[in-house]
């Protein structure tokens, strides 16, 4: 049972991507969910039911999640890296600021003194499904405005660091909503259809009209 004490940290980032996409895992299934989590082939992944619904995608989602790291401008990035290694590389790559989407409740938020301790600027703007809001979204744009470039917005699951960061450009380059839509699916980010952070998404389209 090495293996799982290695990879255990990584658990409550995994909990963080399913309950974003509106699923739930039953206590039952912890320890088998851990298992299969990560094996070896992500043929066993993708066997994984979340109550007897096979999610496919989302379980190759989870496969990749762990070294989370993608381009969306040249100044900006999104992803869901959390262990002090993998933020090194990011510090590497010249990142100089790093934005942290997670609330403090969810247990996935950075330490600010060990980011700040790789040269990187540590930013923490909180988004929950309880706070989205304009208001919310400005205060993101405000901050990635304002905090030095390059910039590394992360989340658990990157799915709150993807949406924030594709709207604040959709309203600077004035992206209708199937814009929006084409570079978020090119993200292979998955999300459910009624999952909250789609929801606000679509709002945001809908009060530009």
Request: charged share 20%; net charge neutral.
């Amino acid at each position: 049972m090495g293996w799982y004490k290695e990879e255990s940290a990584k658990f409550s980032e995994v909990r963080a991507l399913i309950a974003d996409n509106g699923l739930t895992l039953g206590k039952r299934t912890q320890a088998g969910f851990a298992q299969i989590y990560f094996p070896k082939t992500l043929d066993s992944i993708c066997r994984y039911r979340f109550y007897n619904q096979v999610h496919t995608s989302l379980c190759f989602q989870i496969a990749k999640l762990i070294t989370m790291f993608q381009t969306i401008t040249p100044n900006l990035a999104i992803g869901s890296i959390s262990q002090p290694e993998d933020l090194q590389g990011v510090a590497e790559k010249g990142y100089k600021t790093i934005i942290d989407l997670c609330t403090a409740t969810e247990c996935n938020q950075l330490d600010a003194s060990m980011v700040q301790g790789l040269a990187l600027k540590y930013v923490n703007v909180p988004i929950s499904p309880k706070n989205l809001s304009l208001e919310t979204l400005g205060t993101f744009k405000k901050a990635l405005e304002s905090s030095p470039q390059p910039t590394y917005v992360r989340c658990a699951s990157a799915l709150r660091a993807s949406v924030f960061s594709l709207l604040v450009l959709a309203s600077e380059e004035g992206w209708t909503e199937a814009q929006y839509l084409e570079k978020f699916q090119s993200l292979g980010i998955i999300q459910k259809s009624d999952c909250p952070m789609g929801a606000f998404a679509h709002s945001y389209f809908e009060q530009k009209v």
